[in-house]
């Protein structure tokens, strides 16, 4: 079955304890994503890549890091939480070329006190 | 640049009667347009896309969604409402132009209620 996994999928940490969020796509799909998701501001973009060790800026970069060090994985790494980051985060894949629709994982929901 | 634009927070309906969640956009090549489902505690869900051809695009669950280039609209349909609709739906636009090959552009939600 193709999918995108996320783990976890609840996160309660305290301010500065550095996490790591998994992302694992079986599709084999060139690019992967973060966003965050908060109310009334829909989905922002948070980092891409677009292959393997390329990876870029979303809109909201800031106190988050990547890495794609394998194709099917994108984990997102948060070195110093804070409480702002408290928000639902969520993996997606997709495929180069032909504008097909993103694949998304079932969601992270990180609360940092 | 691009951009989509959910102009209602929240949408009301009557179980059997027919509904539309708006959405539009601003590109500045052509317009791929997507719309997405999302359930508590879920995932987004893909629903339909257009990419090029037919203005009226046909979906999952019985959704469907016109696309009308001169009013830069991509709304989402339905003739007649489920209780099990009611969800929070987003509608995105993918850039193709080539600085921005990846990008997909979200809405910020309309929340769907039925009510039986």
């Known amino acids: 079955e193709a999918q995108v996994t996320q783990n976890p999928r609840y996160l309660i940490t305290v301010t500065g304890k550095k996490l790591t969020v998994t992302c694992s796509q079986n599709m084999n799909h060139e690019y992967m994503s973060w966003y965050r998701q908060d109310p009334g501001l829909g989905l922002r973009q948070i980092y891409y890549s677009m292959n393997v060790e390329v990876t870029d800026k979303g809109d909201v970069p800031e106190g988050y890091k990547v890495s794609r060090k394998e194709k099917r994985n994108f984990p997102l790494i948060l070195e110093s939480p804070s409480p702002n980051q408290t928000s639902l985060y969520f993996c997606?894949?997709?495929?180069?070329?032909?504008?097909?629709?993103?694949?998304f994982g079932q969601g992270t929901r990180l609360t940092v006190v | 640049a691009q951009s989509v634009a959910q102009p209602e927070d929240q949408v009301n309906v009557a179980e059997g009667n027919p509904l539309t969640v708006k959405c539009t956009y601003s590109?500045?090549?052509?317009?791929?347009l997507f719309w997405y489902v999302q359930y508590p505690n879920r995932g987004l869900q893909f629903l339909l896309k257009?990419?090029?051809?037919?203005?009226l695009v046909k979906g999952s669950y019985g959704f469907e969604a016109e696309f009308n280039k001169s009013q830069t609209s991509f709304h989402l349909k339905k003739p007649s409402a489920l209780v099990s609709d009611s969800a929070l739906y987003f509608c995105a636009v993918r850039d193709m132009i080539w600085d921005n090959f990846n990008k997909f552009y979200f809405g910020s939600g309309t929340k769907l209620n039925v009510k039986p």
């Open positions: 257009y990419i090029t051809g037919d203005n």
């Open positions: 590109v500045s090549g052509n317009p791929y």
């Open positions: 997606a894949s997709y495929q180069k070329g032909w504008p097909t629709e993103a694949f």
